[in-house]
């Protein structure tokens, strides 16, 4: 494919992303399609002569959109919403023409510096404490990871290199291994299962703190755990809140845990993957009181904030944490301002060596949309959630299981565990919307998350019809059983 072809397959393919987007809400959710389904349909080795494009265009709609999951359907409800926008698509379509491996400001200065730059745009946008921002001098600053899930991690690391060596440098007799099998790290009951992950990976036990009746870690729990573990001689180093819990979007109490973690030395990480993107509006800034008692913070403006994936942003309060843990100089990677401290090299500030040029995506989406109107966005999902919990509450045979604070609906209908995941059953088999469930206090409940960028009033409505006629038809099914079972 030369220069004139692409110019003209370019414009063929943006017809057809338009045409997807804007006709996706006549597309089934859910794929019809079993496992294993795709391999029968493509060779088993790829082709020895060229193919055409118009064969390769075919064969999208023909093998792989029968297979796809239409996150981006006004009628998908399910985990939480999966940013997209025009602005960040156009951006992909530059990263990938520049194709840089930005790992040092050498390897392309304008990435690494844009990146800079929007995070600070963006922490400012949050109202974040200036010690988590670059500036011209700061301490802290930002980095975009790939997803939540790494920054946890990279935060962990940090934390066990941090201590390790200040446990080392006043007592030097002890080793690594002895330390590390007395590290604990903390997190609430109900934080996202990649905390524990992070605590596989990183060798660390990882001990879950209950939370209280509103699904919230507070400061007794986390206190009785912490002096517990040390008068056992087990030593806590690492303590991960959450602001938006993905099973129900609750918020852990920062303005008390903090404290505590401040108190006793331990590194303070603050998961706020979904519900960061909501600090952004003044109304839902005091969710995040309390970050200025953090090392590190997260959240993914791939989810709510109009930035396709991968785009997970992380700050930290002293970079020198960062790089103080992963730093390796290997002479072909070294250039002659790197210890300028005029620059940073984010290959310091993250696992990967590679990363793509992503901060194009933020300035995009940043200058195109604005800051009010990236507000007016969030502020209309949460509205349509609140829209949804009105419906629910107005129908007796259903129960609201959590708080509505943003843009999640956790709800069940008032009866068995048996009944919800058959109405669970029954409304992602007919495939009109699509739904996934959570576990809260050994309860099955459904979660309805506001996603689609294009959702309306009326696809809530219609959704909400749906649920109440699945629901009618499984209560139904369940009083002819009891009456069998009574005959």
């Known amino acids: 494919m030369n220069a004139s072809e692409f110019r003209r397959r370019g414009k063929e393919m943006v017809d057809y992303?338009?045409?997807?987007?804007?006709?996706?809400?006549?597309?089934?959710?859910?794929?019809?399609?079993?496992?294993?389904?795709?391999?029968?349909?493509?060779?088993?080795?790829?082709?020895?002569?060229?193919?055409?494009?118009?064969?390769?265009?075919?064969?999208?709609e023909k093998?792989?959109?029968?297979?796809?999951?239409?996150?981006?359907?006004?009628?998908?409800?399910?985990?939480?919403?999966?940013?997209?926008?025009?602005?960040?698509?156009?951006?992909?379509?530059?990263?990938?023409?520049?194709?840089?491996i930005g790992f040092s400001w050498a390897a392309s200065p304008a990435c690494t510096e844009l990146e800079t730059v929007m995070m600070d745009?963006?922490?400012?946008?949050?109202?974040?404490?200036?010690?988590?921002?670059?500036?011209?001098?700061?301490?802290?600053?930002?980095?975009?990871?790939?997803?939540?899930?790494e920054?946890?991690?990279?935060?962990?690391?940090?934390?066990?290199?941090?201590?390790?060596?200040?446990?080392?440098?006043?007592?030097p007799e002890l080793t690594q291994a002895a330390i590390m099998e007395k590290l604990v790290a903390y997190a609430s009951d109900q934080a996202h299962s990649s905390v524990e992950k992070a605590g596989l990976i990183g060798g660390v036990r990882l001990k879950a703190i209950p939370s209280d009746g509103k699904f919230a870690m507070r400061a007794s729990a986390l206190q009785e755990a912490l002096e517990r573990d040390k008068?056992?001689?087990?030593?806590?180093?690492?303590?991960?809140?959450?602001?938006?819990?993905?099973?129900c979007c609750s918020f852990d109490n920062l303005l008390e845990v903090g404290p505590i973690c401040h108190k006793e030395g331990l590194w303070l990480?603050?998961?706020?993957?979904?519900?960061?993107?909501?600090?952004?509006?003044?109304?839902?800034?005091?969710?995040?009181?309390?970050?200025?008692?953090?090392?590190?913070?997260?959240?993914?403006?791939?989810?709510?904030?109009?930035?396709?994936?991968?785009?997970?942003?992380?700050?930290?309060?002293?970079?020198?944490?960062?790089?103080?843990?992963?730093?390796?100089?290997?002479?072909?990677?070294?250039?002659?301002?790197?210890?300028s401290g005029l620059?940073?090299?984010?290959?310091?500030?993250?696992?990967?060596?590679?990363?793509?040029?992503?901060?194009?995506?933020?300035?995009?989406?940043?200058?195109?949309?604005?800051?009010?109107?990236?507000?007016?966005?969030?502020?209309?999902h949460v509205q349509l959630s609140h829209a949804f919990e009105a419906l629910v509450r107005?129908?007796?045979?259903?129960?609201?299981?959590?708080?509505?604070?943003?843009?999640?609906?956790?709800?069940?209908?008032?009866?068995?565990?048996?009944?919800n995941e058959a109405l669970l059953e029954s409304i992602n088999s007919a495939k009109k919307i699509h739904l996934v469930p959570c576990s809260l206090r050994d309860r099955f409940v459904l979660r309805f998350a506001i996603c689609s960028r294009t959702v309306e009033l009326a696809h809530v409505q219609l959704a909400w019809e749906h649920i109440q006629e699945m629901a009618a038809t499984v209560l139904r099914a369940q009083g002819e059983e009891k009456a069998e079972i009574k005959n």
């Open 231 to 247: 008068a056992a001689g087990l030593i806590p180093f690492f303590v991960v809140a959450t602001l938006g819990t993905t099973s």
């Open 269 to 339: 990480h603050v998961d706020a993957a979904y519900a960061g993107s909501a600090f952004i509006c003044p109304e839902f800034r005091h969710l995040l009181n309390g970050v200025e008692f953090a090392d590190s913070f997260n959240f993914n403006p791939h989810k709510w904030l109009l930035v396709n994936f991968d785009c997970s942003a992380m700050w930290v309060k002293k970079r020198t944490d960062l790089t103080g843990a992963f730093r390796l100089d290997p002479v072909y990677l070294r250039h002659s301002h790197q210890d």
């Open 343 to 380: 620059i940073t090299d984010y290959r310091h500030w993250q696992l990967p060596l590679g990363r793509r040029f992503r901060s194009l995506k933020m300035w995009f989406v940043f200058r195109m949309y604005g800051v009010k109107g990236l507000q007016a966005y969030i502020r209309k």
């Open 151 to 171: 920054a946890t991690l990279v935060a962990l690391l940090a934390a066990r290199t941090k201590v390790t060596r200040h446990l080392q440098a006043a007592s």
């Open 17 to 60: 992303v338009a045409d997807y987007l804007e006709g996706i809400e006549g597309r089934q959710v859910f794929p019809d399609v079993d496992p294993g389904y795709l391999r029968p349909l493509i060779p088993t080795t790829a082709p020895q002569e060229p193919e055409t494009f118009e064969a390769i265009i075919e064969d999208i």
């Open 121 to 149: 745009w963006l922490g400012k946008m949050l109202q974040l404490p200036e010690a988590f921002l670059a500036g011209e001098a700061g301490e802290g600053g930002g980095v975009i990871q790939g997803t939540a899930s």
């Open 63 to 100: 093998i792989i959109m029968p297979g796809v999951t239409h996150w981006h359907s006004p009628y998908f409800f399910a985990y939480f919403p999966t940013a997209s926008s025009y602005p960040a698509m156009l951006a992909d379509m530059l990263c990938g023409a520049i194709g840089c």
């Open 394 to 419: 107005q129908d007796t045979r259903f129960e609201i299981c959590a708080e509505v604070i943003l843009g999640l609906v956790c709800f069940r209908l008032k009866g068995s565990n048996k009944l």
